[in-house]
């Protein structure tokens, strides 16, 4: 019957006009997913919604990301949440301008509520009080939270003390994210002490721009290499330099590691480090996706990379390199990677001086037949129109590449027309051609019109 098919209800950046939202609450009683981002709600809203989560047992998630909500908005939220006929699992209360006194309502609902096993309060200022306090319904034998996520929450040092409370009482707990706060070394070493004693299964850890330096990356590494559930690592922003690096690198080769994802962007890496991560690379075959962004590789660091990358056992599917000081020099070193590698799927290479002789080299790893890249990224790399015939060429013979990147570059009325050619030819498989802020003429808006009319599959966003 048509009354057990559940919907969903997706919609983002709009105002609701009461007509409006009395026309989606009636929608809302049979959704098993609600995502409300950025539609303006308030408080007011949260009276109807609550009532909404009380009737509707069927809603298993709920997102209300960017809505000025505040503590009186989750408060009525809440007496929804605590009735016994919801069995809500997921709650993102992102950026609702909440404070800490909305954690002793949300520490009552991980109390009571065994459903939720997911809850996304970032970019809220909780501070270091309100989240202990959220630590004290984690603690409750009745809550089963899986992933917990605090970036930009105003946390201290002092917070740690009661997360490592928490993470020994509950070990359900899968994905914890503290990026954006400042910890400092001394709280992330206490913190991977107790994730080490810990008995939960942690695959997610992200500590991006926590103030980390080198000092903890010993502690960090004894994470890697005791807890073979841990997949994916966040430490980007943090200056870990390659005495860091290095100190990670042992963990992340110790057998038990079985890490897939590794942010280490902006963390003051040289080409030391890629000594280093060529032996991860070459060795670890659960390895899937690595971003290097803004780090100051240079070619010499590249090609050690690429040496690692034609290795069997590299599986790598996604690598991130932009503002890596790279220039056409590394090009071959890359080219041949795309002829052997093919795991690799993602390249985002832009920001780099690689300019048209490199990417005309480039060009022909990507038309090799073992390459299998999807998606490329080449914005501000100094190419002009004079390469855009071979990237034409590209986007017509290879089926597999759906996205590709060329913003910030001077290609001129030109060199869009080529591209413009390509994806004109049925053999271009392309999903999505990304050229932000490239200067052309008239006759190329008329031609891009065009465009939009024959392939609307095409996606060009400018």
Known sequence: P?????????????????????????????????????????SSNCKDLSSIIHTNPSLKELKLNNNELGDAGIEYLCKGLLNPSCSLQKLWLQNCNLTSASCETLRSVLSAQPSLTELHVGDNKLGTSGVKVLCQGLMNPNCKLQKLQLEYCELTADIVEALNAALQAKPTLKELSLSNNTLGDTAVKQLCRGLVEASCDLELLHLENCGITSDSCQDISAVLSSKPSLMDLAVGDNKIGDTGLALLCQGLLHPNCKIQKLWLWDCDLTSASCKDLSRVFSTKETLLEVSLIDNNLRDSGM????????????????????ECGLTAACCRAVSSVLSVNKHLQVLHIGENKLGNAGVEILCEGLLHPNCNIHSLWLGNCDITAACCATLANVMVSKQNLIELDLSYNSLADEGVMK?????????????????????????????LRALEEARPDVKIIS
């Not at 591209?419 to 190329?444: H, M, S, T």
């Open 2 to 42: 048509f009354s057990t098919f559940k919907m969903d209800l997706d919609i983002q950046c709009e105002e609701m006009s009461p007509s409006r939202w009395a026309e989606l609450l009636s929608t809302m009683k049979s959704c098993s997913t609600i995502r409300l981002d950025d539609c303006n709600l308030s």
């Open 419 to 447: 591209l413009c050619e390509a994806v004109r030819n049925p053999n271009c498989k392309l999903q999505q051609l990304i050229l932000y802020d490239i200067f052309w003429g008239p006759e190329v808006d008329d031609e």
């Open 303 to 322: 090609e050690m990379l690429c040496q690692a990358l034609k290795d069997p056992k590299a599986h790598l599917q996604e690598l991130w390199v932009r």
